[in-house]
């Protein structure tokens, strides 16, 4: 069952619509769903990081089940080559012709399982696809489908047999979430639906592939006022001066904070970008940009405590509301 009528389009109805369906799975991680659908909404991609069993690939599947768009899910492990990914060409002697065979990038959405158990050279052909929605095999390009979306889950670092991901990669992922373990009531609460069948089997589709094109238009159409673009400009430059920041977010987390935050004020029904959407969404999209010097190591200081002393460095515009 695929429902592709425009009035799906509306956020007051798509997203009530996919939260409804995505927590008949995930059960009391309403913040964590709102940040997958906007990063979706901004064209972006997602890393979840968490410890085993928190629900991180169940969380994936659902959403794309929910906006019934195709999907594949990678299960990475040492022995996957970069052209299982990409894809590959083939001699074809009835035709007397090498042929492209479609990797696994060509879906809407891609769920990287266990993404830092694999090469880092695996890893790094994710690269083009994530930022050009595109991969180059033997020279000749092949565009991705639209919408195009990753969700790369990955343990925390530490873990026996992982790479950590290189910055580059680092910096195509909108977004850095954590699940975290489900509170005593809600493990309850998912028990009893896993009793007898797999929840996920009841979630129906919303919307599809062109209901998701034209909210990520729509999202990008959000007003920004140039005061909210040297807000963002001065967040991202005080990442470069902090002490305890060896190496601060780069100019495409000026841009991947100011597209979320569109998604942010898109969500919530207004057609402009406020302050507060930017200071919200800036916990999510800035921290894994963000390397901390050794001395913050040595004390003990956590990345989202600097990003907390950031944020309190920089003046917010329209204090009162816009």
């Known amino acids: 069952m695929e429902n592709n009528t425009s ?28 940040l997958l659908i906007a990063a979706l909404l901004s064209g972006g991609h997602v890393l979840i990081e968490d410890v085993p069993g928190t ?7 659902t959403l794309a089940k929910a906006t019934s768009m195709s999907y594949r899910r ?46 880092p050279k695996t890893q790094s052909a994710l690269l083009e696809a994530m930022e050009e929605h595109r991969v180059t095999v033997d020279g000749t ?9 990753v969700i790369a889950t990955q343990n925390e670092l530490g873990y ?9 990669q680092l910096d195509r992922f909108l ?35 062109e209901d998701i094109k034209r909210c990520i238009a729509a999202v990008k159409e959000i007003f920004v006022d140039d005061a909210i673009y040297k807000y963002i400009v001065d967040i991202v430059s005080a990442t470069r001066r902090h002490p305890l920041i060896a ?30 959407d930017v200071a919200k969404m800036a916990g999510y999209v800035l921290p894994h940009r963000i390397h901390l010097s050794q001395e913050a190591r040595v ?7 600097v990003l907390y002393d950031v944020m309190n460095t920089v003046k917010s515009p329209f204090a009162t509301g816009r």
């Open 7 to 34: 009035s799906y389009a509306e956020p007051s109805v798509l997203i009530p619509r996919l939260l409804q369906q995505i927590e008949k799975v995930v059960v009391g991680k309403t913040q964590i769903i709102k």
């Open 55 to 61: 629900g991180k690939t169940t969380l994936a599947m």
């Open 74 to 119: 990678v299960q990475f492990t040492p022995d996957v080559m970069a052209s299982d990914i990409t894809g590959f060409t083939m001699y074809n002697k009835e035709t007397d012709r090498f042929e492209y065979r479609s990797g696994l990038v060509m879906s809407n959405i891609i769920i990287a399982d266990e993404i830092n158990r694999t090469s």
């Open 141 to 149: 390009p092949h565009a991705l489908p639209e919408p195009f979306m």
């Open 160 to 168: 026996v047999g992982t790479y950590p991901l290189p910055e580059a």
């Open 175 to 209: 977004m850095k979430l954590t699940i975290g373990y489900p509170i005593p009531e809600d493990e309850v609460l998912i028990l009893s639906a896993r009793k007898g069948v797999n929840p996920i089997e009841a979630v129906q589709p919303v919307c599809g592939a």
């Open 247 to 276: 190496l601060g977010a780069s100019p495409r987390a000026s841009l991947a904070l100011m597209r979320a935050a569109q998604s942010c004020a898109f969500m919530a029904g207004r057609n402009y970008v406020t302050p507060e």
């Open 299 to 305: 004390k003990r200081v956590g990345v989202n405590q």
